[in-house]
């Protein structure tokens, strides 16, 4: 691979200023750790550390900044396992990390990113020494990139997105994002629209492989927790508001409130984006008058509980299994919208607010099939729950709808690996040649 030989100066300028930068990383990541955002034992890896060590043989590299991102990893990790390649995952997040560890083949290691500076990706990189990286989305560190390209690793942008606010900020930057992605050999892109987008900030080579995140599986069910949850519900109505954002559950618990006149029984699940939000979520159901419960204190909603707060990791696939309905949030504030695919998947109908940038294509397609249904505000969403409530062959043809949209939209997993074949077996055939 051929980097283009000119760096932009603004490049130049960001390798200098984080080089200069690396002394008030140790702090950095302190404040993070009282935060949260780091685990203790692990710090290391954010200087580019480990005390693992390199596989044997041809290693790929995958990085998701977070947990959506690599969610939509997992079946092309298992499908490179397959073929024997040996596999380095990065994320960015602790959320994602504990996401790795519970579901990861034990073969698979997982590494934080680096700090984006260029002693730490230097020691990453001389630690790891990867034969391929594959970029989910668009999670681009300049010096990590620039450094890679510089080793002549080739790096493949995949499932590859550009929200219209990142479009208009790279646009600001042309030569800066030009120069980037021109480090990549290959773009593969969710969607017409992301083509479009990458092509316009400099990409040489992109393709339309569609959306990796249909083609994931449901997620796991511990189905012990899901059988207790179940009895303490019963055979109340239910209602369930899934990655919820701050502003959103303000909404989520008035609608309650409005819909407990005609349906006296409604329990009102709200699982945030973010768990850590769990107490603030249980205040403000408090302070309405609206009796919550939270998870994360093993608490188990009970007759008196109208507000149950799912503040825990890995549990959406129980809530999305015994809800009916499922608000999927992000979408009433202007976030972009989360990910409804799981839900889908596990029988739920969708509702969904106008903010749905994020998730563009699939929405539209979902909406277009009357799989999902947009509502605009909580007067909306309020009457949109109470009709489906009401209807069980509305819901149904809900569920029914959304599973086939969905089944209809797959295909981006083997699209995505006969369109980086040629590089399989090239690091097949360098191994070979190794070998012998």
Aim: charged share 20%.
């Amino acid at each position: 691979m051929a980097a283009p030989k000119r760096v932009p100066l603004t490049l130049r300028a960001y390798r200098l200023v984080s080089a200069a930068m690396t002394p008030l990383v140790p702090a950095l990541l302190a404040y993070r750790m009282r935060r949260g955002k780091e685990q203790p034992g692990r710090v290391t890896e954010r200087r580019g550390l480990s005390r693992l060590m390199r596989p044997d043989g041809p290693l790929i590299w995958l990085h998701g900044a977070s947990v959506g991102e690599l969610l939509s990893l997992f079946p092309l990790i298992d499908r490179l396992r397959e073929q024997g390649f040996c596999i380095l995952v990065t994320s960015g997040t602790v959320t994602s990390a504990n996401l790795a560890r519970e579901r990861l083949p034990a073969d698979v290691i997982h590494q934080f990113i680096p700090v984006d500076t260029p002693g730490f990706v230097a020691q990453f990189l001389d630690r790891w020494q990867p034969d391929l990286g594959l970029f989910a989305e668009s999670d681009i560190w300049p010096n990590l990139i620039m450094a890679s390209a510089k080793r002549r690793i080739p790096l493949i942008i995949i499932n590859g997105r550009v929200s219209e606010r990142s479009f208009r900020r790279w646009r600001t930057f042309q030569g800066t994002a030009r120069a980037l992605l021109n480090r990549f050999e290959l773009c593969l892109a969710q969607s017409g629209l992301d083509a479009h987008r990458f092509s316009e900030l400099g990409a040489p080579q992109v393709e339309i492989t569609g959306n990796l995140k249909l083609d994931v599986a449901a997620p796991p069910i511990n189905q012990e927790k899901m059988q207790m949850l179940r009895a303490a519900v019963g055979d109340r109505p239910v209602l369930t508001a899934a990655s919820t954002h701050a502003g959103e559950e303000v909404a989520i618990v008035e609608v309650h409130r409005r819909l407990r006149t005609a349906f006296p029984g409604l329990l009102t699940m709200i699982a945030p984006r973010h768990p850590h939000r769990g107490r603030e979520i249980y205040a403000l159901a408090e302070r309405a008058g609206q009796a919550p419960a939270l998870r994360s204190q093993r608490q188990l909603p009970d007759r008196h509980t109208q507000i149950y707060i799912a503040d825990t990791m890995g549990e959406l696939g129980i809530l999305y299994w015994l809800s009916p309905i499922v608000f999927v949030g992000g979408s009433l504030i202007e976030h972009g919208g989360q990910n409804p695919i799981e839900a889908v998947k596990l029988g739920a109908c969708v509702l969904h607010g106008p903010h749905i940038g994020n998730f563009a294509e699939v929405y539209a397609a979902l909406d277009a099939a009357r799989a999902a249904i947009e509502v605009g505000d909580p007067e909306e969403l309020a009457a949109t729950v109470a009709r489906l409530l009401r209807d069980g062959g509305a819901r149904k043809a809900l569920i029914d709808s959304g599973q086939k949209t969905v089944s209809r939209l797959s295909g981006a997993l083997d699209r995505t690996l006969a369109a980086i074949e040629p590089y399989l077996m090239q690091l097949r055939l360098e191994h070979h040649l190794t070998d012998a």
